[in-house]
């Protein structure tokens, strides 16, 4: 698992310009390179190319998604590069079409994956506090956890056939911010997650 692509699907606007993203991305591609990985970077806001970006997929052992949730979901743009590339790779590439047959047209759906070999990791950033998760009191998540919100990026992934690791999020960015906090824990689970390093204190 030695080939990483990492996609920085940060939006900028005025109020949040995507430092710490960017600052998460690059941690992640300076430990994974110390420890003799090949890595790709793609920064969405910054342009890319459909059909490049459909060669880092299929390159990738591992592909890493960092960005923010705006509005329950990822920005728009990350939104846009998934309905390019993905869209491109449905020629076999990523997945053979939607995994039913003509024999079976109502089983097997999202189940034409290529990417078997593939696992990806899911890094969040949220204005939400940490609190706001797994607590059926709290009323709007009713107890949902980080990933039920990010089902459909899991769905994504699943109907390329790849396996998902335990996914990171930083939380309260904006209004309670604990950042020197967060760059720890993501570095102990880079180690932990990528390295296969179980002590996390090694990475703090």
């Keep these: 698992m030695k080939n990483v692509l990492i996609i920085n699907g940060h939006q900028p606007y005025p109020f949040a310009p995507g430092g710490l993203n960017k600052t998460l991305a690059g941690i992640a591609q300076s430990m994974l390179e110390d420890a003799g990985f090949h890595v790709r970077m793609t920064e969405v806001s910054a342009g890319y190319d459909v059909e490049r970006e459909v060669d880092h997929h299929v390159w ?23 309905d390019e590339v993905y869209t491109a790779g449905m020629d076999g590439r990523l997945c053979r079409g939607d995994g039913r047959s003509a024999e079976a047209p109502t089983r097997n759906y999202g189940m034409g994956g290529s990417l078997g070999g593939t696992q990806y990791l899911l890094s969040v950033t949220f204005n939400a506090p940490r609190e706001a998760f797994g607590d059926p009191t709290e009323p709007f998540f009713a107890g949902g956890s980080v990933d039920d919100l990010l089902r459909p990026q899991h769905l994504n992934m699943a109907f390329f056939g790849a396996r998902p690791l335990p996914s990171f999020a930083a939380y309260d960015v904006m209004k309670n911010p604990q950042i020197e906090q967060d760059l720890r824990r993501f570095r102990a689970h880079i180690s932990r997650h990528l390295l296969g390093n179980d002590n996390a204190q090694a990475a703090a």
């Design 60 to 82: 990738a052992d591992t592909v890493i998604m960092q960005f923010p949730i705006n509005w329950m979901g990822a920005p728009w743009s990350f939104k846009k590069y998934m």
